[in-house]
């Protein structure tokens, strides 16, 4: 087994060592903020089309003068090609004009009205509200059972306004504590854009 010899100087790299150093420095000073930008443009050019999309089912909503159910109608019954990415799309009428509700695959949601033109581009706080009150239901329920003494859950869902005293937060159509496909019950949420979100306990 060799040993380091303190006496001995360390070596000097050499000029083509140097020299390749330097071009992986400036490749990492260089490539890094490229990426960036490229990630950015495209995720702006995807958000400005999800956008456009919106201003384009609530031109026809307009201009077909046609009735939008209430609660809301798919966007793309009224303007097909929905872009990618768009987990859903309603188009419902709302006091001052057309509100289109763009939720996307990753949380993001986009809202277009023909109010007054406005676009807003939000994570959606109506799942993090619903999940928030969720956890309160689940903190709350053992107490339920023990003052209720309910029904078995896998017999009858119990309403989570049953369970605890606070309202359901906006965003929210409905709650339910039931059975789990797995063992032990479940906070079932339903949104107002239609989706479904289970908390368990």
């Known amino acids: 087994m060799t040993s380091l010899d303190p006496k001995r100087p360390l070596r000097e790299p050499t000029p083509e060592e140097r020299a390749r150093a330097a071009r992986l420095v400036w490749l ?20 400005r089309q999800v956008r456009d999309y919106g201003r384009e089912v609530i031109g026809a909503v307009q201009q077909n003068s046609g009735d939008v159910v209430k609660g809301g ?57 619903a999940r928030a009150y969720a956890a309160k239901v689940v903190g ?26 606070l309202p359901a937060p906006q965003g929210v159509a409905s709650c339910q504590v039931e059975s789990g496909p797995a063992d032990g019950p479940q906070v079932a949420l339903k949104l107002l854009d239609g989706r479904l979100i289970s908390v368990g306990f």
């Open 73 to 129: 109608e798919d966007c793309g019954k009224i303007v097909p090609g929905v872009p990618r990415g768009v987990q859903s799309c309603r188009v419902e009428r709302v006091e001052g004009g057309v509100l289109v509700t763009l939720s996307m695959v990753g949380g993001r949601q986009y809202q277009v009205s023909s109010a007054d033109g406005t676009v807003s581009d939000r994570v959606n706080s109506a799942e993090a509200a």
């Open 28 to 47: 990492i000073v260089l490539g890094l903020p490229t990426v960036v930008g490229v990630m950015v443009a495209y995720l702006t050019w995807g958000g």
């Open 140 to 165: 709350a329920f053992p107490a339920f059972v023990k003052a209720q003494r309910p029904p078995a859950l896998n017999v009858q869902p119990v309403p989570c306004e049953k369970v605890i005293s």
